[in-house]
């Protein structure tokens, strides 16, 4: 998928829990939303765009993603 | 069932205390405050009468009701009599045969004598009573003045009325006031000169009239009649069935001759309504039966190749190994599927369970999507339950009404009306809105705040009412003690007591002063039971589930939760919204809320379905678009959905939508998503399928087959159909079945049965063992999560910002007469009302443009450009405008943004920075919408001539 739109996707998820005032809250909460709600294909792509220094994410949001587990090959691929 | 039923003739009443009196030698109890015409009703006398109807206040005006009370002069109208301990009445007597007789002869003596050609003839109440009461002459003869050459009104697409037959009860002007609340009907003149008249003696298309068909149903002989009945005569039955437009889910009996319905009349024994209707429930069906419905199955293999005509078993078979071609060349997630909120339960629920055990994936979506999907997350989040927390009587018993974007009289109309009543009865009205929506100042109706927001800030707005609450000290806080998770108050405390959150800080931010704020919120928290009402203006925005939660908090922190009259309450936009997500139609949640990550449910459906599912999250629409563009989702089941029209940003639709291999598409009219479709499925109306729809207010109610479907199939046949060519094998017999196993794998839906349905009528969920004839108020002694979650609610300005090039903020919303992307609306006579989408611009903002009303505007953002034709209004602010998305020619998705809310990527079409202008000529978008629309209408017609 376009990486611009899921980079979008995750700031504006970060952008919520920034309000969070714990910090490590705020990264849980990040990483559970995108796990909980995002296709692993999406997760995938994500995770390797952090990896790959993550241009466009906020810190938050590539905070996040850089923690999410590796996403197996599920059946949907 | 017959087509009429037993009118009490004055409204129900309760009370604690019971009376007993003696009518006709009978001892009779009723609640204190019955009228003796009722009590007389309910032990089985009926008691003539003509200006009384029992969903109308008494008026005493006809004189027929008279009775005899023993001890008492006269004869007192037993309509307005209330009835109290110890009378002894008689409702028959020679002295009171003699009155009625008389009165009965004045009536008909200005009354022409054609019942045998009159429309009424058989089903006139004025008829009834010159039989009941043994009319046998009329003395006066009809030489004298009459009103028998008055002309007749027939201006309204739906109903005549006909003064000539009117005998002056006032019926149809107290409905229009008490039942509709829209006071277009009045009766002008005095004496014998009195007549009904419609607003300032216009004719009712002229008039305030909404059409809405309370003064029909009211009326007792053919003065207001049903165009329909005068064309086709009496229906000889009718069936019980609910209304497919709206999230009010109003109650109807489809009055039918054969399989042709004569017309549709609000049930009043329907609980969402109690007997009221509006003029898409009531009127517009039209398009059950329009020419363009395609009732054979077409294939093709390129959009741009003619339809093929085949058989149900062809284009199944060619759906199904189109699928499986995909799954096996690009992998099992290549495909999905999209349920409607239009359609039953029963159909969304086999869709979902097609995606997830045949295609074995989660990519299953629903157009909840696009609009109350943050509901779900929001309300989930902090309260515990996806759904609202009250049942639509709860309003009854409210104070305070607060009204966040929506717009109930065009959205909700049946609502609306009601909530307009409570609000006629002394309720206090806060509108948030940066419309003035009729709402704000209607007949005898005015809000007490309405706050004008900018659009996009809401979340500002709520956290400054919560901010007054809380730093005031007129929080609840004994409720938020026992009832809610102290941990997540306090954090949520700290921070909604902070400066930045306060009405003054955000005032240049939202547009509204902050003295109304805090106005309003002390209204809120202090004037009795407040109850919170909200639509799309919620939650079509990037902030869309943080405003949900923002509301949730406000209600839990002010204990607005828990008990009738209070609440937090979303008006879904379609009918079917709640029903669709309770069935599991998200792609991260199977049927009832739970995560398809969650083993123990899985296993649950495993065990039922007997396929092993996947546990990970599937495709949103939006992700199957982006997706289909990258190449990795190439096939797609639509059922009842147009996502080329409603949904944002139509150029990257459709875009996705010709980048797939097989797009199939289940409707009943070749919609915008069918001209880009492989494979069209006939679809079957709500009139023509057996199932059930659940309402916003949680209520299951039966939708009833009146007709056979004109395809030949009712929907869940063709899914079914489908799954078994795809190898995955379903045999159901009826939607029953399908309701039945719902029941045994949702534990909200445990206690419903059809059967239930059938004697209960209506159920609200959750309907289990704890509550097996269903749940009005939720959370009453505890939330369904346990405690109740506050939440922070940072407010978060949305990307979309006015600039020099984009200077104007465009809304978007409904109106009354039509029905979202106006597939079945525009097919009938609503289209006097609203022939096409036009664009509202605020005056000054149209001087500066040199915009005249009616010009053609040319509206740019920075997705896309489209033309409306310009009305200009002070409705909208300065700095805003607004227009309708019923016409797809309208072009108002494409140039809606993609900005989403962050939680469930629910569209952001509440704001959009736009520039406008006046222009002579179509969009290039439009351009190109015409051209491949006329492409695809001749390829339809090429079909259609092979066949002929």
Redesign the interface.
């Known amino acids: 998928?376009?990486i611009q739109?899921l980079v979008k996707?995750a700031n504006?998820?970060s952008?919520?829990f920034?309000?969070?005032?714990d910090h490590d809250e705020a990264v849980k909460g990040v990483l559970g939303?995108i796990s909980?709600?995002?296709?692993?294909?999406?997760r995938r792509e994500i995770a390797e765009h952090a990896a790959a220094g993550g241009s466009g994410l906020t810190d938050l949001a590539r905070e996040a993603v850089s923690r999410l587990p590796p996403v197996t090959e599920?059946?949907?691929? | 069932m017959g087509i009429r039923y037993i009118d009490l003739g004055t409204p129900v009443r309760t009370s604690e205390r019971e009376v007993t009196l003696e009518i006709d030698g009978t001892q009779v109890t009723v609640p204190e405050g019955t009228s003796i015409m009722r009590a007389a009703a309910e032990a089985g006398f009926s008691i003539p009468k003509l200006c009384a109807t029992d969903s109308l206040e008494p008026f005493g005006s006809c004189r027929l009701c008279l009775v005899e009370i023993e001890g008492r002069k006269g004869f007192p109208a037993s309509c307005t009599t209330p009835v109290a301990e110890g009378l002894v009445v008689r409702t028959q007597s020679s002295a009171l045969a003699k009155i009625r007789r008389n009165v009965m002869e004045l009536y008909i003596s200005d009354h022409p004598l054609d019942c045998l050609t009159c429309s009424a003839n058989g089903n006139c109440e004025l008829q009834d009573m010159a039989g009941v009461v043994g009319l046998r002459e009329v003395r006066y003869g009809y030489e004298g003045a009459n009103h028998l050459d008055s002309p007749k009104d027939t201006s309204n697409p739906y109903f005549t009325f006909d003064p000539s037959k009117c005998i002056v009860c006032s019926r149809c002007v107290r409905a229009c006031e008490e039942t509709q609340g829209t006071f277009a009907l009045t009766i002008d003149g005095r004496g014998f000169g009195s007549v009904v008249s419609a607003g300032q003696n216009e004719d009712f298309m002229d008039s305030e009239c909404v059409s809405c068909g309370a003064c029909v149903q009211a009326c007792p002989t053919a003065t207001l009649m049903e165009k329909s009945v005068i064309e086709k005569g009496q229906a000889e039955r009718s069936v019980v069935t609910t209304c497919a437009y709206c999230g009010v889910g109003c109650s109807f009996r489809a009055e039918m001759q054969g399989t042709e319905v004569v017309r549709m009349v609000p049930n009043k024994d329907g609980h969402a309504n109690h007997g009221h209707s509006c003029v898409k429930g009531r009127f517009a069906i039209g398009y059950a039966t329009h020419k363009d419905r395609i009732t054979q199955p077409m294939i093709r293999a390129s959009i741009h190749d003619p339809w093929k005509q085949v058989t149900w078993d062809e284009a199944i078979a060619h759906a199904a190994s189109e699928f499986r071609r995909i799954q096996a060349e690009h992998g099992r997630g290549a495909v999905g599927g999209i349920t409607s909120s239009r359609c039953t339960n029963e159909e969304t629920y086999l869709v979902q369970k097609l995606v997830r055990a045949a295609f074995g994936n989660n990519n299953v979506d629903t157009c909840a999507r696009v609009c109350h999907s943050p509901t779900g997350y929001g309300l989930k989040t902090t309260l515990g339950e996806s759904a609202g927390t009250q049942a639509f009587d709860s309003v009854e018993k409210s104070d305070v009404i607060m009204v966040i974007g929506a717009n109930p009289t065009d959205g909700h109309p049946v609502f609306g009306s009601r909530m307009k009543r409570r609000l006629r009865e002394g309720a206090k009205l806060i509108v948030i809105d940066p419309r003035t929506i009729d709402l704000v100042r209607s007949p005898h109706v005015s809000a007490s705040y309405h706050l004008k927001l900018r659009p996009g800030t809401n979340v500002a707005v709520v956290n400054a009412l919560a901010h007054v609450v809380m730093t005031e000290g007129l929080w609840n806080e004994s409720f938020v003690e026992a009832r809610c998770d102290g941990h997540a108050f306090a954090k949520w405390r700290d921070f909604i007591v902070d400066p930045q959150n306060s009405p003054e800080a955000l005032e240049s931010e939202t547009g509204v002063p902050a003295e109304q704020i805090r106005g309003a919120a002390r209204l809120f928290a202090t004037g009795g039971n407040a109850a919170i009402y909200y639509g799309l203006g919620v939650t079509e925005h990037s902030q869309g589930s943080t405003m949900v939660m923002g509301i949730a908090n406000l209600a839990m922190a002010t204990g607005n939760i828990g008990r009738e009259g209070v609440g937090v309450n979303p008006l879904r936009g379609q009918n079917n919204v709640q029903g669709s997500c309770d069935m599991g139609s998200f792609p991260h949640e199977l049927p009832g809320y739970r995560h398809v990550s969650d083993q123990i449910t899985r296993q649950l459906f495993e065990g039922e379905w007997s396929v092993r599912l996947e546990p990970e999250p599937g495709l949103r629409i939006p992700n199957m678009l982006d997706a289909a563009l990258d190449g990795s989702f190439r096939g797609i089941y639509i059922e009842g959905e147009d996502i080329a029209q409603s949904d944002p940003d139509t150029q990257h639709v459709t875009a996705a939508l010709e980048a797939m291999e097989c797009v199939v598409v289940q409707d009943i009219f070749l919609n915008e998503t069918a001209k880009y479709a492989h494979v069209f499925l006939p679809g079957a109306t709500f009139l023509e399928k057996n199932g059930t729809f659940t309402n916003a207010e949680r209520r299951i109610s039966p939708v009833r087959k009146v007709m056979p479907p004109l395809c030949g199939k009712e929907d869940w046949e063709v899914t079914q159909m489908l799954s078994n060519a795809l190898g995955y094998p379903m045999n159901y017999s009826h939607p029953s079945e399908i309701m039945d196993e719902i029941a045994r794998l949702t534990p909200t839906f445990a206690g419903v049965s059809y059967d239930k349905l059938e004697r209960l009528g209506s159920l609200q969920w959750p309907c289990n063992a704890e509550a097996p004839e269903g749940t009005p108020t939720m959370h009453v002694h505890e939330f369904v999560r346990g405690k109740g979650n506050f939440v922070v609610t940072r407010y978060v300005p949305t990307e979309e910002r006015t600039s020099r090039k984009y200077p104007l903020i465009l809304t978007t919303g409904r109106i009354l007469s039509q029905y979202n992307v106006g597939a079945q609306t525009r097919r009938t006579p609503n289209v006097v009302w609203h022939d096409e989408d036009r664009l509202e611009i605020h005056p000054s903002d149209a001087e500066v443009r040199g915009v005249r009303d009616g010009d053609w505007v040319g509206v740019r953002s920075r997705a896309g450009e489209t033309v409306l034709r310009a009305v200009i209004t002070e409705r909208v602010q300065p700095g805003v405008v607004y227009t309708t998305f019923h016409f797809p020619e309208s072009g108002a998705n494409v140039i809606t943004t993609d900005n989403s809310d962050w939680a469930t990527n629910c569209p952001e079409y509440k704001v959009t920075a736009v520039q406008v202008e006046p222009v002579t000529q179509p969009s290039e978008w439009q351009k190109r919408f015409r051209s491949f629309s006329d492409e695809q209408l001749a390829l339809l017609a090429r079909q259609e001539s092979q066949e002929a």
Do not use: G, Q, V
């Open positions: 998928m376009e739109r996707m504006d998820i952008r919520f920034e309000a969070e005032p939303h909980r709600f995002w296709d692993p294909r999406m599920a059946r949907t691929a």
